[in-house]
T-cell receptor
């Protein structure tokens, strides 16, 4: 079936350094790629998303890049701060056969980011 | 604006017992989702509703799981009977537009089956 692979599973950086999380997807028809942040015991929240008609999107310290040919996309966090510590999930929409499945999100396994002060 | 509300936040039951989770989506959000999140994993879709219609329930284990969304607003997810492997967090989410689009998640209901 369709899947999303996310790497690394854990990432530890010093405050102020950059962090990069990478995901690959299998459905070439995927056209929507969100990133969610989940703090311990809290709900996942959207931090940035990108659609397949653009290659890069930036919002302050976070950016997402998309390579449709290679079917991978990445989250970049610059000038990391301790409050960036959380689990980050990438996701990709899939277009499964059959009605009702268009745009279904498949999530990656998550990356635990630790930012050390 | 109130977010997605779920209850209970925590539930501990013995195996073979029934359990139910309730979700109230953000007002005006016609699309409602139930996701399963195992420890250390990403959310996995169980069922998606458009108003009161279940349009994607392919991942819902129908032998023991059931869901309903009466009147197209609140939703209930039920497990009967629960098994040890059902221990997980059950997340409800809603969206203003149908997929793909931003999902607004609730805090989740953490189930422990003993």
């Amino acid at each position: 079936g369709e899947n999303v692979e996310q790497h690394p599973s854990t990432l530890s950086v010093q405050e102020g350094d950059s962090a990069v999380i990478k995901c690959t997807y299998s459905d070439s028809a995927s056209n929507y790629f969100p990133w969610y942040k989940q703090e311990l015991g809290k709900r996942p929240q959207l931090i940035i998303d990108i659609r397949s008609n653009v290659g890069e999107k930036k919002d302050q310290r976070i950016a997402v890049t998309l390579n449709k040919t290679a079917k991978h996309f990445s989250l970049h966090i610059t000038e990391t701060q301790p409050e960036d510590s959380a689990v980050y999930f990438c996701a990709a929409s899939i277009r499964s056969r059959g009605s009702g499945n268009t745009g279904k999100l498949i999530f990656g396994q998550g990356t635990t980011l630790q930012v050390k002060p | 604006e109130a977010g997605v509300v779920q209850s209970p936040r925590y539930k501990i039951i013995e195996k073979k017992q029934p359990v139910a989770f309730w979700c109230n989506p953000i007002s005006g959000h016609n699309t409602l989702y139930w996701y399963l999140q195992n420890l250390g994993q990403g959310p996995e879709l169980l069922i998606r509703y458009e108003n009161e219609e279940a349009v994607d329930d392919s991942q819902l284990p129908k032998d023991r799981f059931s869901a309903e969304r009466l009147k197209g607003v609140d939703s209930t997810l039920k497990i009967q009977p629960a098994e040890l492997g059902d221990s997980a967090v059950y997340l409800c989410a809603s969206s203003l537009v149908g997929p793909p689009g931003e999902l607004f998640f609730g805090e989740g209901s953490r189930l422990t089956v003993l």
